[in-house]
């Protein structure tokens, strides 16, 4: 069980939007502004699409948003695409023992 | 360009021993601290273990401490993870370059993976 909590999956049609939900607890995700969001194709290399909660690195598209509110981290895609159809991963910094890097179980997302 | 090319992985015994190696190029290598993260079948992503630029901290998953170790060597641009007394440790074993110098999250480059299965 991933420390982590996201849907197993999404799905929307292209154009639509979006949006994934990365539940932890105040030791992690409501302590920190330290949220990541990856993108994994299969066989593939993850890529990070959000890192500090809401910041894009340079050559992500902003039709991907973060956000947080009090244990919860969001993931919006707006203006869905064919190829965003991925899963994605959330992470956070969680002060548990002496500092650990969590990870949510992974949300399938699947352009209809 | 960031390339982060693991190698090493394969099949192993139960209770055996690997050491996965992760060759970098396209960046300052020690400027950035390093992780190893793994995927089991199945299963979403785990921190193992995450490494400071200079090399002097290390950071453990509770899991992985006292089974894994993780180390790397700044002449070669080359980052490693030792495996000791494996069981059930199947899964592709992912190297990533980290956003800060010794931060614990946050990969902005990742490697394609090297695949450990571990079977008798």
């Known amino acids: 069980q991933s420390a982590l909590t996201q849907p197993a999956s999404v799905s929307g049609s292209p154009g639509q939007s979006i949006t994934i939900s990365c539940t932890g607890t105040?030791?992690?995700?409501?302590?920190?502004?330290?949220v990541y969001w990856y993108q994994h194709h299969p066989g593939k290399a993850p890529r990070l699409i959000i890192y500090?909660?809401?910041i894009r690195p340079s050559g992500v598209p902003d039709r991907f948003s973060g956000s947080k509110s009090g244990n919860t981290a969001s993931l919006t895609i707006s203006g869905l695409q064919p190829e965003d159809e991925a899963v994605y991963h959330c992470?956070?910094?969680?002060?548990?023992?002496?500092?650990?890097?969590?990870f949510g179980g992974g949300t399938q997302v699947t352009v209809l | 360009e960031v390339q982060l090319l693991e190698s090493g992985g394969g099949f192993v015994q139960p209770g055996g021993s690997l050491r996965l190696s992760c060759e970098a190029s396209?960046?300052?290598?020690?400027?950035?601290?390093m992780t190893w993260v793994r995927q089991a079948p199945g299963k979403g992503l785990e921190w193992v273990a995450t490494?400071?630029?200079?090399?002097?901290?290390t950071y453990y998953a509770d899991s992985m401490r006292g089974r894994f170790t993780i180390s790397r060597d700044n002449s070669k641009n080359r980052l490693f993870l030792q495996l000791h007394s494996l069981t059930e440790h199947t899964a592709v074993y992912y190297c990533?370059?980290?956003?800060?110098?010794?931060?614990?999250?946050?990969?902005?480059?990742w490697g394609q993976g090297a695949l450990l299965i571990v079977s008798s």
């Open positions: 990533a370059k980290n956003l800060l110098f010794d931060s614990l999250v946050g990969s902005d480059s």
């Open positions: 396209g960046f300052t290598f020690d400027n950035y601290a």
């Open positions: 105040s030791s992690d995700i409501g302590a920190y502004n330290y």
């Open positions: 490494i400071s630029g200079h090399g002097r901290n």
């Open positions: 992470s956070a910094y969680g002060r548990e023992s002496v500092g650990a890097a969590l």
């Open positions: 500090d909660v809401n």
